[in-house]
């Protein structure tokens, strides 16, 4: 994580590594594979945020009033922004 340009603690099990650890992690890997494993990730990711941008625009039009009400809409206006965050 980065607060304020300062590194706050691990980014990656793979930072400290060097490029020849980093190469020998790779290096049997199926690129054709890879690919599709990453266009997988990538559709995944698109359908989470279809799947929050969906959830948060549902939650505005909830028929409930009160306290409660109020704290449900505020924790559901942070889903788009956590789905976003996973990604």
Same mark, same amino acid.
């Given at each position: 994580?980065? @607060? +304020?340009?300062?590194?706050?603690?691990?980014? +990656?099990?793979?930072?400290?590594? +060097?490029?020849?650890? $980093?190469? /020998?992690?790779?290096?049997?890997?199926?690129?054709?594979?890879?690919?599709?494993?990453?266009?997988? $990730?990538? /559709?995944?990711?698109?359908? $989470?945020?279809?799947?929050?941008?969906?959830?948060?625009?549902?939650? @505005?039009?909830?028929?409930?009033?009160?306290?409660?009400? @109020?704290?449900?809409?505020?924790?559901?206006? @942070?889903?788009?922004?956590?789905?976003?965050? +996973?990604?």
């Amino acid at each position: 994580m980065i @607060d +304020s340009g300062e590194r706050v603690g691990r980014v +990656s099990e793979f930072e400290g590594r +060097s490029l020849e650890e $980093l190469a /020998g992690l790779v290096a049997g890997a199926d690129p054709r594979a890879l690919m599709a494993r990453g266009q997988a $990730l990538l /559709g995944l990711a698109e359908a $989470l945020n279809e799947t929050g941008a969906v959830i948060a625009g549902r939650i @505005d039009r909830v028929a409930w009033e009160g306290q409660a009400a @109020d704290a449900f809409r505020e924790w559901g206006a @942070d889903i788009p922004q956590a789905v976003q965050g +996973s990604g």
